[in-house]
C-alpha cells in the first residue's frame, strides 16, 4: 500500500518555466491538499479538492493552477516559475470517514 | 494573525526529560484537534488526534485539550532521541471543505 505519492522528488526550475507536480493517492480518499512549507511559515495550503472533478483555492493560490480529472490524483501547476515559488511542496488526502490526513514525502522545488 | 499560533522552538532537552509542547487558537469553531510529526526531509505524520476537552493518553504520549482556554497541548514523557523532529498541531472546523489548519511546528531535539 504505497499512499500518496509525489513525484517527482526534487526539481530545479530556471525563473519563467513550468512544471507539473503530480500527486497520486491509492486510499480512495475524496478529499486531497497541495501545501506549500516554508522556514518559520508552517504548511500553507495552496488549493484542495472535495472530490473528483472540483477544485478550491486555499491561503496562497497564486501563481499555481491544480486539477482532478481523477479520483486518485491531484496535480500542481506552475505556469511561470518565480524565485519566491522556491519550496518544499506536500500533498496530503484524506477519506470522507477520517479525521486525519496522509501526507507524501514532499517535493523540494528550488526556482533559480 | 493566524488562527493557530505555536512556538517554534527550537527546544533542546535531554534524554528522559518531560516535553510539553503547545498551541493556542482564536476560533471557538474549531472541533478536532491534532498533533503531527515530521522527521527531517520527510512529510508529517499523525501522532494523536482528539475531539473533545480532556486528555487522550498513547504510550509516552498525552494530547491534552482545554477548549474554554483555547489551547491545546503535547507532553512527551521520559524523551527519546528518536523523538527529534518537529511537531506541528492541526485543527478542523466544520463547513470548511475539511481544510486543515496547521501551527508553524515546534522544532524538538533531544539529546542523548
Known amino acids: 500500500n504505497a499512499g500518496v505519492t509525489q513525484t517527482p522528488k526534487f526539481r530545479v526550475l530556471k525563473t519563467g518555466q513550468s512544471m507539473t507536480l503530480l500527486c497520486a493517492q491509492d486510499m480512495n480518499h475524496e478529499y486531497m491538499y497541495w501545501y506549500r512549507q516554508d522556514p518559520g511559515m508552517g504548511l500553507r495550503l495552496i488549493h484542495y479538492?472535495?472530490?473528483?472533478?472540483?477544485?478550491a483555492k486555499g491561503e496562497v493560490p497564486d501563481g499555481y493552477n491544480v486539477s482532478r480529472l481523477k479520483k486518485q490524483n491531484f496535480l500542481l501547476g506552475l505556469e511561470s516559475a518565480a524565485p519566491s515559488q522556491t519550496s518544499v511542496y506536500f500533498c496530503?488526502?484524506?477519506?470522507?470517514?477520517?479525521?486525519?490526513?496522509?501526507f507524501g514525502q514532499g517535493t523540494r522545488l528550488t526556482v533559480v | 494573525q493566524k488562527e493557530v499560533e505555536q512556538d517554534p522552538g527550537p527546544l533542546s532537552v535531554p534524554e528522559g526529560a518531560i516535553v510539553s509542547l503547545n498551541c493556542t487558537y482564536s476560533?471557538?469553531?474549531?472541533?478536532?484537534f491534532m498533533w503531527y510529526r515530521q522527521y527531517s526531509r520527510k512529510g508529517p505524520e499523525l501522532l494523536m488526534y482528539?475531539?473533545?476537552?480532556g486528555n487522550k493518553e498513547d504510550g509516552r504520549f498525552t494530547a491534552q485539550v482545554d477548549k474554554s482556554s483555547k489551547y491545546i497541548s503535547l507532553f512527551i514523557r521520559d524523551s527519546q532521541p528518536s523523538d527529534s523532529a518537529t511537531y506541528l498541531c492541526?485543527?478542523?472546523?466544520?463547513?470548511?471543505?475539511?481544510?486543515?489548519?496547521f501551527g508553524t511546528g515546534t522544532s524538538l531535539t533531544v539529546i542523548p
Open positions: 482528539t475531539y473533545s476537552s
Open positions: 492541526a485543527m478542523t472546523k466544520p463547513n470548511t471543505g475539511n481544510q486543515f489548519y
Open positions: 496530503a488526502s484524506k477519506g470522507a470517514t477520517n479525521t486525519e490526513a496522509f
Open positions: 476560533n471557538s469553531a474549531f472541533q478536532y
Open positions: 479538492s472535495v472530490g473528483e472533478g472540483t477544485t
